[in-house]
Every structure is written in structure tokens, then in C-alpha cells.
């Protein structure tokens, strides 16, 4: 064999390393890529769901200490002191509902807002305070607030082939 084809050969050999490293690296780049995106997307998924859980339950503790305000309220035939109370824990109500507004599912909102409305129209005198229908809101709140918590099965379904293909 000649000098000349030797030298082809070689270069071209090298040329073909240097290829199938340039793709090797691109491939390793783009799947440590993807997989960096599927790991925030997870991590937002989570916060997410936390900064629910947590705001779900701030309202629905609200709500409780509303409840009791409002049948004091009720009890105590609007005396100053016990409206004044009332007034004020709508106000944290109020508080608790602008963050589930801003992070909640439109079901839960939407639950939430019927809690918010009877309970401004109770501490503006513009309805009695009815418990039963109060305790149906709040039930109706929280079976929207489990729902919304839940993850989905198909989300379910895709973690686990995700885990059980590596």
C-alpha cells in the first residue's frame, strides 16, 4: 500500500472518530438537557402543590375561626364587640382567599369565592347566618381543595414508566 493511502485511510479514520465523538457529545448534551427540564419541571410541580396545600389550608382555617365569629355574631344579636371581631376575621378570610386566587385550581376558587361572598354579606348584615348553609360551602370548598390536591393517573402512569424504563 502506498504512502498516499495510508495517510487517506488515517485521516479518514479520524475524521470518522471525531465525527461519532461530536455526536456522542451532542446526544449526551441534549439528553442531560431534557432531563434537567424534566427534573425543574418536577420541582415546580411539587412547589406548586405545596404552595396549594398550604394556601388551601390557610383559608380553610380562616374559614373555621369566620364560623364561629358568625354564629357569635348571630348569638350576641350584632353587639359591637362581636361584629367588630367578625369584621376582622374577614378580613384575614379575605387575605387567605387572595393567595388560593392567584395559585388556586378555578374549582377551588370558585368554592372559595362562595365562602368569601356569604361571609361578607353576613358581616355587612345583609343575610342571617344560616350554619347549614355555611358547613355546605365549606364541604363544597373542601372536596374542590382534595380534588385540585390530587395528582392526576396519567401523571401517575408517566412517573412510573419513567422509573421502570431506566
Same mark, same amino acid.
Request: hydrophobic residues 40%.
Given at each position: #500500500?502506498?504512502?498516499?493511502?495510508?495517510?487517506?485511510?488515517?485521516?479518514?479514520?479520524?475524521?470518522?472518530?471525531?465525527?461519532?465523538?461530536?455526536?456522542?457529545?451532542?446526544?449526551?448534551?441534549?439528553?442531560?438537557?431534557?432531563?434537567?427540564?424534566?427534573?425543574? =419541571?418536577?420541582?415546580?410541580?411539587?412547589?406548586?402543590?405545596?404552595?396549594?396545600?398550604? =394556601?388551601?389550608?390557610?383559608?380553610?382555617?380562616?374559614?373555621?375561626? #369566620?364560623?364561629? +365569629? #358568625?354564629?357569635?355574631?348571630?348569638?350576641?344579636?350584632?353587639?359591637?364587640?362581636?361584629?367588630?371581631?367578625?369584621?376582622?376575621?374577614?378580613?384575614?378570610?379575605?387575605?387567605?382567599?387572595?393567595?388560593?386566587?392567584?395559585? +388556586?385550581?378555578?374549582?377551588? %376558587? &370558585?368554592?372559595?369565592?362562595?365562602?368569601?361572598?356569604?361571609?361578607? &354579606?353576613?358581616?355587612?348584615?345583609?343575610?342571617?347566618?344560616?350554619?347549614?348553609?355555611?358547613?355546605?360551602?365549606?364541604?363544597?370548598? %373542601?372536596?374542590?381543595?382534595?380534588? +385540585?390536591?390530587? %395528582?392526576?393517573?396519567?401523571?401517575?402512569?408517566? &412517573?412510573?414508566?419513567?422509573?421502570?424504563?431506566?
Amino acid at each position: #500500500m502506498a504512502l498516499w493511502e495510508s495517510a487517506v485511510l488515517a485521516g479518514l479514520a479520524g475524521g470518522l472518530t471525531m465525527t461519532g465523538t461530536w455526536l456522542g457529545f451532542r446526544w449526551q448534551s441534549r439528553e442531560a438537557r431534557r432531563g434537567r427540564t424534566e427534573q425543574f =419541571a418536577r420541582e415546580d410541580r411539587f412547589r406548586l402543590h405545596n404552595e396549594r396545600l398550604e =394556601a388551601y389550608s390557610a383559608f380553610y382555617l380562616a374559614a373555621g375561626h #369566620m364560623r364561629s +365569629g #358568625m354564629r357569635q355574631l348571630r348569638l350576641a344579636n350584632p353587639a359591637a364587640s362581636a361584629a367588630h371581631e367578625v369584621h376582622g376575621q374577614r378580613r384575614t378570610l379575605w387575605e387567605a382567599f387572595a393567595t388560593v386566587r392567584l395559585i +388556586g385550581t378555578d374549582d377551588v %376558587v &370558585e368554592a372559595a369565592s362562595a365562602v368569601l361572598a356569604y361571609a361578607t &354579606e353576613v358581616d355587612h348584615l345583609e343575610t342571617e347566618f344560616d350554619i347549614d348553609h355555611y358547613d355546605s360551602l365549606i364541604r363544597d370548598y %373542601v372536596r374542590q381543595a382534595r380534588s +385540585g390536591l390530587l %395528582v392526576p393517573s396519567a401523571d401517575r402512569n408517566q &412517573e412510573t414508566s419513567a422509573r421502570t424504563s431506566r
